[in-house]
Structures are given as structure tokens and as C-alpha cells.
């Protein structure tokens, strides 16, 4: 905290912050009071939902900060990322990810390209103001695709009654050269304020403490350890304005981040092979092919209007994510080996998508003596065109459609009981992808000339009823809770309808159009204890799929448009997970404290080909145990700290072919700030020291991990926020009951 930061509006009872009962606290009034409050409300959170949560304040992510949102959040456990290069990442929930995990922005799901395992996420993450994690199962209220967990990015607080002010965020990291900023500026007069930032970062190729790696076999020599052609940059605009009163506020959030980074040169196309390292190797900052561009618009519009015992909340977006993939021509199978100068489609192109998705929620949540319920409605609309001289999936156009209905039943003062059952209806229409070249095809034992039909036309329509049911047990100082329920999600256009080469995992994927939805069946408990000095927590689960879908290897090999590449087919077999994590803090001195972190996950393929076998990127059991001191200096130096990262990760010898087995490891990361005075603002420093004694290791779960690449050398990471503050709110609590 300090003296300019942004005042937090807090209420009681519920996820979505409703109008009434509302608590609006300012630091400048009271610093110890907010934190307090603050504390209070995710403390009363955990203890009435019946899932597992985790919330990350502003503090921890500032604390935190890597090269991307979702590797600040790794920390947590079960929690994990695909590290696609230095500059992004995608989240991985108890080892599910990519379509299985939901991020939420700003109240609507987020809508990129999210089934590609080298497409990362595109939230900056300077707006990200506090996060909640939900591990496990939450299709009961966020439809298709909640199977994994809930990432819920929320948005900014609202700034206090008249003020003017902002910040200035700084970012520095040795590893890649890597540099930025985000510079933040608000303002409200009594019912309209506005939100703005800007964030602009550059970074370089990364670096690996090693000077040779082996792409299948082949041997690539690294230049002074650099991974050529990794390089990158991205920049983010956002701005949020709105009006706000005791029972209406009406807000909008505009928000564009725009990227560009390269692919390692030697890890992408057909076959390993040589490239122009000489030219790759000039400067580690330029950004040459194959590389990606990506540019995700996005506007919201919320709403909410408190009347009587009703709470009606809207939310309507729009998204736009263009994503266009680069590289030098080269042909395969019939293509022809000269580019045709009559062609349209830039010869750079590999792959270009366009995706613009609409959606609409509606909720309305009412008190009725005992019960609290919630009654809404989800609707979503997507249109996702491609181009380029490359196929991998076709154009399609997806509706999907949800209603539901939850309820909180408080039974007593200690036992809080949950329920929940929603409907969901689901159409997609893919569209038919015919080679613009000519292919020599075998047709009644005569050779023809003609343009291969790589993908049909389709359209399926799907339905799913799930529910939840979940407990709330609070004792004092013992707190438990479980949940139980169903869950599912439609099978995405890359599994329907894929027929191509996968350029990044050198293999050729095919899909099934005959796939089913995905079912889930889980079971979750947690169970904690709280003393003053130390806490335990500790979260086991079950999961079980009758018909996952997954990326089965076969003993095929294209040779005609795969270059020979071994073929993957997409197939539904029956899945048992299991695991759990543990979470033990313990505060033995007055500046002294210690945390153990830990997880475990199992999963077996029950059925198919696999079968006996476990899933991709699967997270081996992991550990953390971290040391804190934070030293009371002197007046002028507050919120020190010095905190040890010491990470152990078990080997992952239970793998699916063609991954490979992962070797333990053991690395130390290192933090430290404060925070000063300096001209009337709250300076706040903070260091870290990532991967400190430049340990090589593999990550299991890192998209580069089936080329034994090793994760990222020792990174020294400085970041400065200097906030500034014009005007003086006054305290405000308004309770309208």
C-alpha cells in the first residue's frame, strides 16, 4: 500500500461485487485498515465457495513479475505454464490446459487461438489488478471448457471520488535484455471516472545454459548461448471509463495488445535442419522468419443494477484476434517448388486466422431469506477465417448457448451448502478446404490431376446437462469443504476437422469428425487450519473422463504433405486422474516466516491405444519451500522483504510417447523490496533473482521440452513502480440496507 495508490471497493457476500453492502476504503486514511478489510473479504470468499481458490493480489504479481501473466502465477500449486519462448506462456491447471482452462477478463471469457500449444496468451500483465484461481471443474458456471480450472483476471479497482492519479512501472531482465514500461493514469469526479494505461516491452533472444542443444538428434551449436531467433516485442493499450452510483454503474474496458516474436529458428518447419545461422546470429534483437504476429482487440461493456433483493449484472463483448505466421516458402509433396507469382496469398504467409467472437452474459442474483441464488444466462458467438499458403484447420463459424442456476442454502452458522445444474446447446459449421494446387491422385487405377479436398464441410450441433452440489464446513480456526459434479466441453474445430502439418512439432495431425463432447466426473476436498503463527491447507481431487479427447501418435508417415512426418490422429479414450496439493505456512519469528509448497498428479488412459499410459505435459510431483524475512529498517524503508525460492521437481518417467522422460531438478530463485518515500510518492523496488546459480534443467511442461531444450539461464529481473496521486479522497462507507 501507500499514499497513492488506487482505493479498493470491497462488498459482502458474493464473487461479483455487488452494489449494496458496499465498503469503500482508502489508504491514505488508514493503511492497516484496508489491508485488514482486504484480507477479510478473500478470507470470507475461500470460506463460502466450495471449489478451490486462490487469490493473487496486485502485490504478489508485482512481486512476481516474469516475462509473462501466467509464469507470475506459477508459484501457486497446481499451477503451471507452456513456456513458449522468453515472452509467453499459457496456463496449465493441475496438468490440463489449452481449451480445458478458462481465462476470464473483465467478466468475459478471453478468445484467442488457445488450442496451439505455441499460441500464448495476450493479457498484459501490468492491468492485472488481482487474479482468482479456481482449480478444478467450473462448467456450471462458465460453460464449455471450465473443465480444467478458472483463471479470473478481474478489472481495475475504481478510482476514489475525486482524485486524479496514476503510476509508472519500469521492467528490467538480463537474461534476454529485456525492457518495458506501463504508465497508468485515472481519475473520477463523483459518479464518472476513466482508467488508462499504455505498456510497451522489447526483449532480445534468450539465453540457456548451454552452448549445444539436440533438435531429434540433429546437434544445433547455440551462438554465446543464445537461442537465435527468439526475440520480441509487445505493447498493450487500455482504457476503462464508466459511471458508478450506490445502485447502477454502466463500464466500459477497451483494451488492444499487439505482439511480435520469433520462432527458434531451428525448431520450426518440416525437418530439423541447417538454417542461415550467420544471419540469425548478427543481433540477438531482430526478429526475423519464422516468426508470429498476433493483435487481440477486445471491448466490454458491464453492467449492474442493484433493485430490492436483486442484483442484475450484464456484461457484451466484442473480440477480435488476428494471428498471422511467417516463413520462408518451402514445398512438400506435390507443392510446386517455384511460389507462382499469380498467387494472392503473400509468399511469407505460412498461416494467417482471424477470429471475432461476440458473447453475452446475464445474471441475476437475489437474496431470498436462507438462499442465495444466482439464475444467467451465457451466449457466444464465433467466426474464425484463415489464409495462407499452409493448412492445418478449416474456417468455421461456432454458437454456443448456456443457461443455469446456482445456489448458496446457508443451513447454519458453520454449514454453508451449494447447488448448481446448468444447460448448454452448441453448433459448429466448418467449412470446406480445397489445395490451391494439383495433387496426383489414384482413382480407379488411373493417375488424375486434381486439387486435393483437405477438409469437408461440416455441421454438428451438441448438448450437455451438467451440475454441481458442494458443502462449506467452517469450525473456528478448522475449515472444510468439498465438491462434487459433471462437466464438459465441445470438441474444438482442430480436433473435428485438422489435416496438416504441425510445423512446431514437425508432425502431421489429423482429426475426427465424429468426436464426441468431452465428459468429466470430479470430486474435490479441502482442508485447512489456521492458527496465528501457521496454517495448513491441504487439497486432494478425482477426475475421471469416459471420453477425453487427445492427440494419439500412430505408426503412420506422410509422405506426400507431410514431408514424411510421423501422423497424429485425434481420438477420445477413458481417463483417470487423481493428485492433490499442499500448502503449509508457519511464521516462527516476528519477521520470519516459511512456506512449503507442494503437488502431485497422476493420470491413466484407461482405454484406446494408450491405454495404461498417461497424458501430454503432465507435471511431475514438485516442491517449494521458501524463506521470507522482512526486516522492520527504518522509517524511511517500509514493506521490506527478503524472500528464498529453493524449487524441487521429482523426474517424470510417466510419459506418452513421443515424450520424453524429464530428469529432477533443483533451482533457487530470489526476491527482495521496499518501498520509499520520495517527493510525497511511494516508491516501490523489487528484485529478483530467477533460476540464481544458472542451473540447465528441463521443463516437462515446456512446449520446447520434446526438443530437449532447457529452460531459461540465470535472469536478473529490477522493476520500479513510482505512483503519483492528485487530489485527496475522502472516506466514504455507504451500507443501503
Wanted: proline content about 4%; aromatic content about 12%.
Amino acid at each position: 500500500m501507500g499514499q497513492s495508490s488506487k482505493p479498493s471497493e470491497i462488498t459482502a457476500g458474493g464473487n461479483d461485487r455487488p452494489l449494496h453492502d458496499t465498503i469503500k476504503s482508502y489508504p491514505l486514511i488508514n493503511e492497516l485498515q484496508e489491508v485488514t478489510i482486504t484480507r477479510s473479504i478473500v478470507e470470507l470468499r475461500k470460506k463460502t465457495e466450495s471449489m478451490n481458490i486462490e487469490t493473487v493480489s496486485s502485490t504478489f504479481i508485482r512481486r512476481n513479475l516474469g516475462g509473462s501473466l501466467m509464469k507470475s502465477l506459477e508459484r501457486f500449486p497446481g499451477i503451471k505454464t507452456i513456456g513458449i519462448g522468453s515472452g509467453q506462456s499459457k496456463p496449465l491447471i493441475r496438468g490440463l490446459g489449452f481449451n480445458r482452462v478458462v481465462v476470464i477478463d473483465n467478466g468475459v471469457k478471453h478468445e484467442g487461438q488457445q488450442w496451439g500449444a505455441d499460441h500464448g496468451l495476450e493479457i498484459d500483465q501490468f492491468a492485472a489488478d488481482e487474479i482468482e484461481l479456481i482449480k478444478g471443474a467450473a462448467s456450471f458456471i462458465y460453460g464449455s471448457g471450465a473443465i480444467g480450472g478458472i483463471i479470473d483476471v478481474k478489472p481495475p479497482h475504481i478510482p476514489a471520488p475525486q482524485t486524479l492519479g496514476g503510476s509508472i512501472d519500469l521492467i528490467g531482465k538480463t537474461n534476454n535484455n529485456l525492457y518495458g514500461t506501463s504508465v497508468n493514469l485515472f481519475g473520477r469526479k463523483q459518479h464518472l471516472f476513466f482508467d488508462a494505461r499504455l505498456t510497451y516491452q522489447s526483449y532480445g533472444d534468450y539465453r540457456v545454459p548451454t552452448d549445444r542443444v539436440y533438435v531429434y538428434n540433429y546437434a544445433v551449436d547455440l551462438y554465446k548461448n543464445y537461442l537465435r531467433n527468439t526475440a520480441g516485442h509487445e505493447s498493450g493499450l487500455h482504457f476503462n471509463a464508466g459511471y458508478i452510483d450506490d445502485h447502477f454503474s454502466n463500464i466500459f474496458y477497451i483494451s488492444n495488445t499487439r505482439m511480435k516474436s520469433g520462432f527458434f529458428a531451428n525448431a520450426h518447419g518440416l525437418e530439423p535442419r541447417n538454417i542461415n545461422a550467420e544471419l540469425h546470429d548478427v543481433s540477438p534483437r531482430d526478429i526475423l522468419m519464422p516468426s508470429q504476429e498476433v493483435n487481440h482487440f477486445k471491448i466490454i461493456n458491464r453492467s449492474v443494477y442493484q433493485l430490492g433483493v436483486h442484483q442484475y449484472e450484464a456484461e457484451l463483448s466484442y473480440q477480435n484476434n488476428f494471428r498471422q505466421e511467417f516463413s520462408q516458402y518451402i514445398n512438400h509433396g506435390y507443392m510446386p517448388p517455384v511460389y507462382p507469382d499469380t498467387m494472392r496469398i503473400p509468399i511469407n504467409l505460412e498461416r494467417e486466422f482471424d477470429k471475432q467472437v461476440y458473447s453475452l452474459n446475464l445474471r441475476d442474483q437475489m437474496v431470498l431469506g436462507k438462499h442465495r441464488l444466482t439464475v444467467g444466462l451465457n451466449g457466444e458467438y464465433q467466426q474464425n477465417d484463415i489464409n495462407g499458403w499452409t493448412f492445418l484447420i478449416p474456417a468455421f463459424k461456432q454458437t454456443t448457448g448456456g443457461i443455469f442456476i446456482y445456489d448458496k442454502f446457508q443451513l447454519n452458522d458453520r454449514m454453508l451448502l451449494h447447488g448448481a445444474i446448468r444447460y448448454d446447446y452448441a453448433r459448429i459449421r466448418m467449412y470446406k478446404y480445397t489445395d490451391w494446387f494439383n495433387s496426383e491422385i489414384n482413382e480407379g487405377g488411373n493417375m488424375i490431376s486434381q486439387n486435393l479436398v483437405r477438409a469437408s464441410d461440416l455441421n454438428r450441433s451438441f448438448h450437455s446437462l451438467v451440475w454441481s452440489a458442494g458443502l462449506n464446513y467452517n469450525l473456528g480456526k478448522i475449515a472444510f469443504k468439498a465438491n462434487v459434479g459433471k462437466s464438459f466441453r465441445v470438441p474444438i474445430a482442430k480436433e473435428l476437422g485438422a489435416n496438416g502439418v504441425n510445423y512446431h512439432y514437425f508432425s502431421y495431425e489429423r482429426g475426427d469428425s465424429a468426436l464426441s463432447p468431452e465428459q468429466s466426473y470430479q470430486a474435490d476436498l479441502s482442508l485447512g487450519w489456521n492458527e496465528q503463527n501457521w496454517s495448513v491447507q491441504v487439497s486432494p481431487f478425482y477426475n475421471y473422463f469416459p471420453n477425453y479427447i487427445y492427440l494419439n501418435p500412430t505408426a503412420d508417415h506422410d509422405y506426400y504433405y507431410g514431408a514424411g512426418n510421423q501422423v497424429f490422429q485425434y481420438a477420445q479414450s477413458q481417463i483417470m486422474r487423481y493428485g492433490g496439493e499442499i500448502q503449509l505456512k508457519w511464521k516462527f519469528l516476528k519477521n520470519l516466516s516459511t512456506e512449503l509448497l507442494g503437488e502431485y498428479l497422476y493420470s491413466e488412459q484407461l482405454s484406446g491405444d494408450k491405454k495404461g499410459y498417461t497424458l501430454p505435459f503432465s507435471p511431475p510431483v514438485t516442491g517449494l519451500l521458501n524463506f521470507t524475512w522482512s526486516p522492520e529498517i527504518n522509517s524511511l524503508l517500509k514493506n521490506n522483504y527478503l524472500s528464498l525460492d529453493y524449487r524441487v521437481a521429482a523426474a517424470q518417467n510417466n510419459i506418452v510417447p513421443p515424450e520424453k522422460k524429464t530428469p529432477g531438478y533443483q533451482i533457487v530463485n530470489v526476491q527482495a523490496g521496499t518501498e520509499f518515500n520520495l517527493y510525497g510518492q511511494q516508491i516501490m523496488v523489487s528484485l529478483q533473482a530467477q533460476n540464481l546459480l544458472n542451473t540447465r534443467y528441463m521443463n516437462h511442461t515446456s512446449f520446447y521440452r520434446l526438443i530437449e531444450l532447457p529452460e531459461a539461464g540465470r535472469s536478473i529481473i529490477l522493476a520500479l513502480k513510482i505512483p503519483f496521486l492528485i487530489g485527496s479522497p475522502t472516506m466514504n462507507i455507504n451500507n443501503n440496507n
